[in-house]
């Protein structure tokens, strides 16, 4: 089994400082943060930024600031967002792109995120793929639901993405597939052999589902993004102490932790 890829997702667009008072949003706290989280094990960072009031943006500015920093400190993979927000226009959600990450997300189809529309044509998600694929930025395909998977698969049919395929289930999203144990074993079972996954369970999800990916040979993502907490009713102190508990449960289980460089090699990450 492939060491164990572990992704942190530190601020995400929607989570808030009401929500856990340790969120990093300044590019320096996300860097740092970044690079605490590199310590204890994660691999990649999944990148969304905050402006200076604190919301959500796609500012390349922004992004490329914050890159830099997370670059001076740490070794991680940056997976730059292009999810943004479900209220931003695919022309600001492309934005990072423009500084070639590493990586990038590529949600493969519109579902309900709680009250809003994230929203996802098919001529909107065949725009980010082809600005990907021209760029030599690794996809990773965000799946919300089942048929998210076969709209990426039509994209490999079409030549415009390219196997092998790289997933990430976000699952437990109000609208989205839940977060239970057999939806997970359906999405992997719905994956063409050779794609590499991992998980990401919102809330309460977020650790049975990554025990189950350490089983199961997928890869993990935690984080304030999707989840504040470290316990019922106990908020996490910092992301990096979510990762940390990956890290070593999946040492008691016996699954190694990918370095940055293992994780490249996983992926075929060819920059
Ligand atoms: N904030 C969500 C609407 C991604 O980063 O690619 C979308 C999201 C997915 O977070
Ligand atoms: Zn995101």
């Known amino acids: 089994m492939d060491s164990l890829i572990i992704t942190v ?94 990586m990038a997300t590529l949600t493969t189809g519109t579902v309900n995120f709680g009250s809003e529309i994230f929203s996802n044509s098919i001529p909107m998600v065949e725009e980010f793929a082809k600005m990907m694929s021209e760029r030599g930025i690794k996809p990773e395909i965000e799946v919300f639901d089942v048929g998210m998977i076969q709209t990426a698969l039509m994209l490999v049919k079409k030549g415009i993405l390219r196997t092998p395929l790289h997933f990430d289930f976000v699952m437990g999203v ?24 991992s998980v990401a369970g919102i809330g309460r999800f977020e650790l049975p589902l990554a025990m189950m ?30 990762v940390e508990r990956i890290a070593r449960l999946a040492g008691e289980m016996g699954r190694k932790v990918a370095t940055p460089e293992e994780a490249r090699g996983i992926l075929g990450l060819t920059r």
């Open 9 to 102: 997702a530190p601020v995400g667009a929607e989570t808030s400082r009401k929500d856990n008072p340790a969120l990093p949003v300044t590019p320096e706290e996300i860097a740092d943060e970044a690079a605490k989280c590199a310590e204890k094990g994660a691999s990649i960072i999944h990148l969304h930024v905050r402006d200076a009031a604190g919301e959500a943006t796609q500012s390349k500015a922004v992004f490329e600031k914050t890159m830099e920093l997370i670059k001076k400190k740490s070794n991680i993979i940056i997976q730059a967002s292009t999810g943004g927000a479900a209220w931003m226009t695919a022309k600001e959600r492309l934005r990072p792109l423009e500084l070639t990450p590493e």
């Open 174 to 197: 109000p609208g989205g597939i839940p977060g239970e144990a057999r939806h997970l074993v359906h999405l992997v079972d719905s994956l063409p052999a050779g794609s590499t996954w």
């Open 213 to 242: 990916a350490i089983v199961m040979g997928g890869h993990i993502r935690v984080g304030f993004e999707d989840n504040v907490y470290y316990g019922k009713g106990v908020l996490a102190d910092s992301n990096a102490q979510l």
